[in-house]
């Protein structure tokens, strides 16, 4: 049980004893926990380590002032003996702030430690079948900046739902029909002409490339008829990307490097190829949502709708709209049977959910079950310089482009998947980012980056050198061991991992995975803190060289007190482990030495 769980039970118990003492009038046998009180951190930690309002809530129905009500509490606590509350105050108009017994935070170690991999996660398969659409970028250039803070995004939320039990399928939705695709295929074939695009083409270096490679692949396709044949290609190779090139990686290339992948891509396509649009556009038709003006047609929304503006689903010309693509896409995804369809869009979609939601409504399908996430926007910044422009691709900044330029001053290949992934997470969704590509490129721990990755390398560091001098930790921690973890540095960490599972469901309840990087920002200074104060202290986890280099030095050294420490380590080192995968951040065990001048602690280490 977690330290806010075994305190919840036994204020229980405690509430308990008061309504068989006749201290709580009007009580029916047990106040429950689900009476509307809680158990949390108090603002301030002197005031304690956990507190309660449970004498306010209880105070109408028990008819006593709240502070009697906590008074009564507090002596019901101290009447059981000290082993989960040493001790419990009244505060202010009824708070109870309390102090929990060593224990209660030393036996998260083992707790933590017996979890491993799976610590903070729920049982699989115990929550919804989720799909979450992201990225869906138009495949008509490389993958752009803006649509990597998509896609990390898309992929931190679906692994905290995946961690707190939710089978979830990620799905990118291909547009690869329809006015872009054709515009997209028109440039490419302008380009393979030397001719200029054509109105609202695209332009860049990377469309010359397309229709060069085009050339030596399918010159049919430029110089024929076919532009249905030729946007086609050009969206396949787009996707697939060219080989050998740096300018077109490819979309699926770039997002694996990126470290998001996808289970299903779908194609808008073949919603028309197997009548998946003329099916449900019948359907609404029948249901009086369909109204035909000036030769086009609108979908109309139920009454009581989100919005009620009439939205086009076949223009004029009778062509389809990308509405009517969308409404038939959102139909597919129920039928295929999940319980939840999250989007992951730009801020500027926010009428989108209102639209989706109507068009839900009028095929008789559960509205509720689509939700959209929306983002603001990423700005580039080099040297305090705006970046607006790609060496490679022209006219947009690719993902490839910043990652291959980190990953080659990191002289680590993924160091740049993990300085987007960190910068993207580093605000909330609804907050512009600035992206500074010279902070994620230093090795030293101004870069927020590397701190928080030289902090677990530290934390391996510390077990290799420990093995070195033959002291491997037991496969489970011993209680009383873990009684000498008595440093206060060691019993708050301990209680700041015990909330990992509940952040972990926090995050994924609010959709909020900068959460989890926040939290672990915080792991990574409690515990630079902590090695601080050892140096101060002369307390050092490991026995210095002059110690062990010496005969018998076993005898003189605290063991039980160095494997105590050595599983709380492995403790942060799994809960760290673990918040970094969630977030999709490589944990590297070995790190360069930070640039001189750092506040390097690591001598602190082996007490050097």
Avoid at 70 to 99: C, H, I, T, Y
Avoid at 387 to 398: L, M, Q
Avoid at 545 to 571: C, F, P
């Amino acid at each position: 049980m977690s330290p806010h769980d075994r305190a919840r039970a036994a204020i229980q118990a405690a509430l308990d004893s008061m309504v068989r003492a006749g201290q709580l009038e009007g009580e029916g046998p047990g106040a429950r926990s689900d009476g509307g009180w809680v158990v949390e951190r108090p603002k301030r930690p002197e005031h304690g380590d956990l507190a309660t309002n449970v004498a306010m809530s209880l105070a109408r129905r028990a008819r006593k002032p709240p502070r009697a009500v906590a008074e009564g509490l507090v002596a019901a606590l101290k009447a059981q003996g000290g082993d989960v509350v040493v001790s419990a105050e009244v505060a202010g108009p009824g708070f109870v702030n309390l102090r929990l017994h060593p224990a209660v935070f030393q036996e998260q170690v083992a707790r933590i430690v017996a979890a491993g991999r799976g610590w903070g996660r729920a049982p699989s398969a115990v929550g919804e079948r989720i799909d979450i659409e992201f990225v869906s970028a138009n495949p008509t250039g490389p993958v752009t900046v803006a649509s990597g803070r998509n896609a990390v995004l898309g992929d931190s939320v679906a692994r905290l739902l995946e961690a707190s039990g939710h089978r979830v399928t990620r799905e990118y939705y291909i547009n690869d029909r329809g006015n872009q695709v054709r515009a997209f295929a028109e440039s490419v074939r302008a380009a393979s002409e030397g001719r200029e695009p054509p109105e609202n083409g695209y332009k860049g270096a990377y469309v010359a490339e397309l229709a060069s490679w085009l050339k030596t692949v399918a010159p049919e396709l430029l110089s024929g008829p076919d532009v249905e044949g030729l946007g086609r290609a050009c969206v396949t190779w787009m996707l697939r990307g060219v080989p050998g090139s740096a300018t077109l990686p490819g979309i699926r290339p770039s997002l694996a490097a990126l470290r998001v992948h996808f289970d299903v891509w779908f194609s808008e396509e073949s919603l028309y190829r197997w009548d998946s649009v003329a099916a449900v556009m019948r359907q609404l038709e029948e249901g009086g949502h369909l109204v035909a003006n000036d030769g086009a047609l609108f979908f109309r929304a139920p009454d009581g709708a989100l919005e009620d503006k009439d939205r086009v689903v076949r223009k004029s010309d009778g062509t389809w709209a990308y509405f009517a693509s969308d409404i038939a896409y959102f139909a597919d995804k129920i039928a295929r049977g999940y319980d939840r369809l999250i989007n992951v869009l730009g801020a500027d979609h926010h009428g989108y959910v209102a639209r989706v939601r109507n068009a839900l409504a009028a095929l008789g399908l559960p509205q509720d079950r689509f939700e959209a996430l929306l983002y603001q926007l990423v700005f580039i910044t080099k040297g305090g310089e705006a970046v607006k422009s790609s060496k490679r691709a022209g006219n947009i900044v690719t993902v490839d482009e910043v990652m291959d330029e980190i990953d080659e001053a990191a002289g680590r290949k993924g160091a740049g998947a993990d300085a987007l992934r960190f910068f993207f997470l580093s605000r909330t969704a609804n907050s512009n980012v600035e992206f500074d590509i010279e902070l994620a490129k230093k090795r030293s721990l101004d870069n927020p980056v590397f701190y928080v990755q030289y902090g677990y390398a530290r934390l391996c560091s510390i077990q290799r050198r420990a093995e070195e001098i033959g002291l491997v930790p037991r496969s489970a921690p011993l209680r009383g061991d873990l009684a000498l973890l008595s440093h206060p540095d060691e019993l708050a960490l301990c209680h700041k991992l015990s909330d990992f599972p509940d952040l972990i469901a926090e995050a994924t309840r609010h959709r909020e995975p900068h959460r989890v990087l926040f939290y672990v920002q915080e792991v990574a200074r409690d515990f630079q803190s902590y090695f601080t104060r050892l140096k101060n202290e002369q307390d050092p986890i490991l026995p210095p060289k002059s110690v062990y280099g010496t005969d018998g030095w076993q005898a003189s050294w605290n063991l039980a007190k160095t494997r105590a420490r050595l599983a709380w380590i492995e403790a942060i080192r799994i809960t760290y482990a673990e918040a970094l995968h969630v977030v999709g951040i490589e944990t590297p065990d070995r790190m360069d030495r930070p640039a001189e001048g750092d506040a390097v602690i690591d001598d602190a280490i082996d007490g050097r």
